[in-house]
C-alpha cells in the first residue's frame, strides 16, 4: 500500500533528507519519497505503519500527518477517478449479498429472514475485509468514528464484534440483542461519517479495512443506513 502524508517543517534539502532517511529505517516501509516544496511524503507499505510511529521515527521539529489522498496498486490517485470506479468493489459486495440472501430464501420468501441474512452476510464480509489487514484497520477508523477517537482499543475489537454480530444474525440467535448492537455501534459509526461528509474532508473509508482503497463518501452512510433501517424495522415490526 502507498500513503502521502503532509510532511511540515522542514527548510532545505537537508531537511528532505532526513525525513526520508529516517522514514526509510521504519520496518514495514518499503520506500519513501519525500517532495520539499510540496511538503509532502509518499510511503510505500509492506504493512501499514500509524502515524504515532512515523512521527517518533523523525526530528520533533517536523510534523508529520495523514493526508486525504491515497494511491492504488496502479499508482492512480483514487482522488482522480470518479466516484463509479471509487465505489465499484463496493456495490459489487453489497450486489453479492443482496442475491446471496435473496438465493436463501426465495423458496420459502419471508421479508424478516431475508433483513436477518442480509445483515448477517454484511458483517461477516465486511469484517473479513479488516482482517484482511488487521493492524492497519484500527488507524483508519479512528480518522472518523467517535468512539475508535477517544478508545483506540474499540477499533482492535471491532472486526470481532462484526463478526459476532453477524454470526448472530444468520444463526438467529439472540437477534434483539444484535439489533439494539447494531443501532449502538452503526449509530455512533455514522455521527462520524457524517461529521466527515460536512467537514469537506476527503478520508478514507474503514468499512473494507484498508485492503480496498475507498475514499468516504455518501455511499458510506448510504451503506450505515440502510443497517440502521433494518435494525429498527426488525425491532419494531
Given at each position: 500500500?502507498?500513503?502521502?502524508?503532509?510532511?511540515?517543517?522542514?527548510?532545505?534539502?537537508?531537511?528532505?533528507?532526513?525525513?526520508?532517511?529516517?522514514?526509510?529505517?521504519?520496518?514495514?516501509?518499503?520506500?519513501?519519497?519525500?517532495?520539499?516544496?510540496?511538503?509532502?511524503?509518499?510511503?510505500?507499505?509492506?504493512?501499514?505503519?500509524?502515524?504515532?510511529?512515523?512521527?517518533?521515527?523523525?526530528?520533533?521539529?517536523?510534523?508529520?500527518?495523514?493526508?486525504?489522498?491515497?494511491?492504488?496498486k496502479s499508482g492512480e490517485n483514487i482522488q482522480?477517478?470518479?466516484?463509479?470506479?471509487?465505489?465499484?468493489?463496493?456495490?459489487?459486495?453489497?450486489?453479492?449479498?443482496?442475491?446471496?440472501?435473496?438465493?436463501?430464501?426465495?423458496?420459502?420468501?419471508?421479508?424478516?429472514?431475508?433483513?436477518?441474512?442480509?445483515?448477517?452476510?454484511?458483517?461477516?464480509?465486511?469484517?473479513?475485509?479488516?482482517?484482511?489487514?488487521?493492524?492497519?484497520?484500527?488507524?483508519?477508523?479512528?480518522?472518523?468514528?467517535?468512539?475508535?477517537?477517544?478508545?483506540?482499543?474499540?477499533?482492535?475489537?471491532?472486526?470481532?464484534?462484526?463478526?459476532?454480530?453477524?454470526?448472530?444474525?444468520?444463526?438467529?440467535?439472540?437477534?434483539?440483542?444484535?439489533?439494539?448492537?447494531?443501532?449502538?455501534?452503526?449509530?455512533?459509526?455514522?455521527?462520524?461519517?457524517?461529521?466527515?461528509?460536512?467537514?469537506?474532508?476527503?478520508?478514507?473509508?474503514?468499512?473494507?479495512?484498508?485492503?480496498?482503497?475507498?475514499?468516504?463518501?455518501?455511499?458510506?452512510?448510504?451503506?450505515?443506513?440502510?443497517?440502521?433501517?433494518?435494525?429498527?424495522?426488525?425491532?419494531?415490526?
Amino acid at each position: 500500500m502507498t500513503h502521502t502524508y503532509k510532511v511540515s517543517g522542514m527548510t532545505c534539502q537537508h531537511c528532505r533528507a532526513s525525513v526520508e532517511d529516517s522514514i526509510k529505517k521504519l520496518d514495514n516501509v518499503k520506500s519513501v519519497s519525500v517532495d520539499l516544496e510540496a511538503e509532502e511524503a509518499e510511503i510505500d507499505m509492506e504493512q501499514h505503519v500509524d502515524v504515532e510511529t512515523l512521527q517518533s521515527a523523525i526530528s520533533s521539529k517536523y510534523s508529520i500527518s495523514q493526508k486525504s489522498d491515497f494511491v492504488d496498486k496502479s499508482g492512480e490517485n483514487i482522488q482522480d477517478q470518479s466516484k463509479a470506479q471509487q465505489l465499484f468493489p463496493l456495490f459489487m459486495i453489497f450486489a453479492y449479498i443482496t442475491g446471496a440472501s435473496i438465493l436463501l430464501n426465495f423458496r420459502d420468501w419471508e421479508l424478516s429472514s431475508f433483513m436477518f441474512d442480509f445483515m448477517g452476510l454484511f458483517y461477516i464480509v465486511f469484517s473479513f475485509f479488516k482482517f484482511l489487514d488487521y493492524t492497519g484497520f484500527p488507524e483508519s477508523f479512528r480518522m472518523y468514528d467517535p468512539l475508535a477517537k477517544v478508545l483506540p482499543a474499540y477499533g482492535w475489537v471491532y472486526p470481532f464484534i462484526e463478526t459476532a454480530l453477524g454470526l448472530m444474525f444468520l444463526m438467529r440467535f439472540e437477534i434483539d440483542i444484535a439489533l439494539v448492537a447494531t443501532i449502538v455501534i452503526l449509530g455512533i459509526t455514522t455521527i462520524g461519517v457524517t461529521r466527515s461528509l460536512f467537514s469537506k474532508k476527503v478520508i478514507k473509508c474503514a468499512c473494507l479495512g484498508t485492503a480496498l482503497n475507498l475514499p468516504m463518501t455518501e455511499a458510506t452512510f448510504i451503506e450505515n443506513t440502510i443497517m440502521l433501517v433494518m435494525a429498527v424495522w426488525m425491532l419494531l415490526f
